[in-house]
DNA sequence: CGCCAGGGGAGCT
DNA sequence: AGCTCCCCTGGC
């Protein structure tokens, strides 16, 4: 087992270890995967023995175990650079963000520590449209199997390294041409032609996918909100978890609920300026797990 | 069994 | 800005 420094050491913030050919073991703070699995941002992510989680990200998969600090993702290492690394947000820093917590603030210091190990990922433009667009007026475990039902139905079929059959995500030509109501059979309800049409307007060019990733988040968000089904809410969810711009703060009914409750005078938008949205999910994962 | 909420948004006024 | 309707599963 040989130990490699990652980067060089001033802007190093997680130890790698190679284990192997494919097994890249991290030392990283401020990292769960049960917390980022259960955070509601990825519906893709699955639990699937004790510490053993598995993740679907476009048409690729990846199995991940925990054991305290030290996480073992099972793949090698050029894929882990490649893509997983930046997927998990291994290169970010949210100690320094959440030192930068008010003291006084004792709701948010709570929710923080609650949710210590919450990590905002970088997943896929278009699978994070189509998962908001799904998601309004919706209860997360059935966002979840709609999305399984999707991909089953649409997605293409894989199968893993070590054997295990999976479902990618299907691209917006795949959905593009079908009538509006055909995901309906998928549970989307209503909110079936919300993604066929918003499929439609990316194969078509009126939405570009890339022009929308290097977008400032004022840019993305007002190019977002032409989409047919994506508001303001939505909008602000896939500029945080998929282009990762952590100003966007997706006020939702739990937030609202608990905007009300702890943040009478509105939340203090200014002083978490440039990680207001790593706050939501802070706020966010404590209504949802941490009052217990 | 009925009732209601669940990570909203479009299309009206 | 405020109202209604879109849909449907799970929880009580």
Not at 64 to 81: D, P, Y
Not at 212 to 217: D, G, H, L
Not at 225 to 243: H, M, N, P, Q, T
Not at 255 to 266: E, N, P, S, T, V
Request: glycine share 8%.
């Amino acid at each position: 087992m040989n130990k490699l420094p990652v980067c060089d050491e001033t802007n190093s913030l997680y130890e790698l270890q190679e284990y192997g050919e494919n097994r890249i073991a991290v030392q990283a703070e401020n990292f769960s995967l049960e917390q980022i699995c259960c955070s509601g941002q990825c519906f893709r992510m699955k639990r699937i023995k004790e510490n053993h989680f598995s993740v679907i990200s476009g048409d690729r998969y990846l199995e991940a175990e925990q054991h305290g600090k030290t996480v073992i993702f099972h793949c090698g290492k050029e894929e882990f650079f490649d893509y997983w690394e930046d997927y998990f947000d291994l290169k970010t820093d949210y100690k320094t963000w959440i030192s930068g917590i008010n003291p006084n603030d004792g709701y948010l210091r709570k929710a923080a520590r609650t949710a210590w190990g919450v990590r905002i990922l970088r997943q896929d433009l278009w699978e994070m449209i189509v998962t908001f667009l799904i998601s309004q007026q919706n209860h997360i475990k059935r966002i979840s199997r709609s999305i399984e039902l999707l991909c089953r139905t649409y997605g293409k079929e894989c199968i893993s390294a070590k054997g295990t059959v999976y479902y990618g995500f299907p691209a917006p030509g795949t959905l593009c041409g079908l009538p509006e109501d055909a995901l309906m059979e998928c549970n989307l309800g209503y909110r079936s032609k919300y993604v066929v049409r918003t499929a439609g307007a990316v194969v078509s060019g009126e939405t570009d996918l890339r022009k929308i990733e290097k977008m400032s988040y004022k840019d993305a968000r007002t190019e977002l909100l032409k989409c047919f089904g994506v508001g303001e809410k939505v909008a602000d969810c896939i500029c945080l978890f998929a282009l990762h711009k952590l100003e966007a703060f997706p006020v939702d009914t739990h937030i609202r609920q608990a905007l009300d409750a702890h943040y009478k005078r509105g939340f203090p938008n200014r002083r978490y300026k440039e990680c207001r949205g790593v706050m939501q999910q802070y706020i966010f994962y404590y209504e949802l797990h941490g009052q217990m």
